[in-house]
Structure formats: structure tokens, C-alpha cells
């Protein structure tokens, strides 16, 4: 069982930067492939980006490329989120999540593989 949990949401205003941070207890943490998700007010939760075991593989929705990196340090076991060029329609509960390996890339980009959450935390972008 693979306990997460997120840390480093916050209030911040348009274009700032927040650095997320998700971390794993009770797995064998290199071995996960990890995931961000977010979900906004009213809205379905939706895919943000994912890594693979090694750091080797990044995914990305298409609305934060550019703005969004995501990493791993499997010596701490946690996977991090840097966002800058924070936009209002960013504001969300943001998720870290962990899926076995092995599965084809893009299964990754939906939250079907993911067998662990974390309890979220809150990103609010002001304008």
C-alpha cells in the first residue's frame, strides 16, 4: 500500500510560480510511474502530467507544456510539480497519483492506471 501525500499549494497571483511536492511512503517508490492531476470547481479531473520510473519519459497536458516540469528524487521518494506562468484557469485541487509501470504510454494520460491518491491540495491563481 502507497500512502501520498501533496504539500506546496497555495494562493498566488497570475504569472506567478508554486512548486508542488507528493510524498510517497509504503511502495517500492522507483518503480511508479507518477501522475498529476487536478480538478477544478465543477469540472471533471483531469490529467496534468506523468514520469516515468527513471525521470526518462514525461507527459504533459497541452495547456500547461511549456509552463509545467515535472521531476522525481526516488532517493527521497517524491515527485515534484514546478509551475510557473500560473494562470487563473490553473486554480484547482491538484492530485499526485502512482500506477505500475508497464502499461502503454498513453493509458498514462488517463487516471484508469493509477491505483494510489493522494488527498490533494488546493492551487488558487488570482487575477
Known amino acids: 500500500q502507497v500512502q501520498l501525500v501533496e504539500s506546496g499549494g497555495g494562493l498566488v497571483q497570475a504569472g506567478g510560480s508554486l512548486r508542488l511536492s507528493c510524498a510517497a511512503s509504503g511502495g517500492t517508490f522507483s518503480s511508479y510511474v507518477m501522475g498529476w492531476f487536478r480538478q477544478a470547481p465543477g469540472k471533471e479531473r483531469e490529467f496534468v502530467s506523468a514520469?516515468?520510473?527513471?525521470?526518462?519519459?514525461?507527459y504533459y497536458t497541452i495547456s500547461v507544456k511549456g509552463r509545467f516540469t515535472i521531476s522525481r528524487d526516488n532517493a527521497k521518494n517524491t515527485v515534484y510539480l514546478q509551475m510557473n506562468s500560473l494562470k487563473p484557469e490553473d486554480t484547482a485541487v491538484y492530485y499526485c497519483a502512482a500506477a505500475k509501470s508497464g502499461y502503454a504510454r498513453g493509458r498514462y494520460l488517463n487516471s484508469g492506471p493509477y491505483d494510489y491518491w493522494g488527498q490533494g491540495t488546493q492551487v488558487t491563481v488570482s487575477s
Open positions: 514520469l516515468s520510473w527513471d525521470g526518462g519519459i514525461t
